[in-house]
């Protein structure tokens, strides 16, 4: 199998031109960045560089390869960015059993799955968490208990309208929610 170019590897038409190196390298440095503001690690970010200007799926061995990672820290890596809907791990025909992995280049894409995933799971469990503390509040008369109903039937509001927003999101084109909030302005 050919090379394929990330920031430095050979291909069929040879090296990148230094102009193409350093502006991957820019980028990777800003996944990096990117990834420790999320909090991270920076390895995830590089990682996540080098699978997204790779013309082809990557294997572990590879991507080890290519970072100066240990194997494990690939691995470890790529299980997470798999959560994080960042990367899809993906077979190879005549490959067996060899896990390969390749970037999402949609961002749009990973932003409504990780809205879809990981904000409604915490939306459910603080519903659920939110309805059960008012309903054991429901008989208590007391002006505490009276200040906290109020107080969480406001929070669960703002979950709700959340989760709505989140639905919202999820079932439109990102160019069709900016058009909509340019509109609003």
Do not use: C
């Not at 968490?129 to 703002?158: F, G, P, Y």
């Amino acid at each position: 199998m050919m090379e394929d170019s990330d920031t430095d590897q050979p291909t069929a038409e040879g090296p990148p031109p230094d102009a193409v190196v350093e502006a991957r390298e820019t980028m990777i440095g800003a996944f990096e960045r990117s990834a420790e503001i999320y909090g991270v690690k920076r390895s995830y970010g590089r990682l996540y560089g080098v699978l997204y200007f790779a013309e082809e799926p990557l294997s572990l061995d590879t991507l080890a390869a290519r970072s100066e990672y240990a194997k494990s820290t690939v691995s470890t890596a790529m299980s997470d960015l798999q959560r994080y809907h960042m990367v899809t791990r993906r077979s190879l025909p005549g490959e067996g059993k060899k896990a390969f992995y390749e970037a999402e280049t949609d961002f749009w894409q990973i932003f409504r799955a990780f809205l879809n995933n990981e904000v409604r799971r915490e939306i459910e469990t603080m519903t659920g968490a939110l309805e059960a503390a008012i309903d054991s509040l429901e008989d208590v008369e007391d002006e505490r208990a009276e200040r906290d109903r109020r107080k969480l039937r406001e929070l669960k509001q703002v979950y709700e309208r959340s989760d709505r927003i989140v639905g919202l999101f999820n079932s439109q084109s990102m160019d069709r929610i900016v058009s909509a909030l340019e509109r609003l302005r």
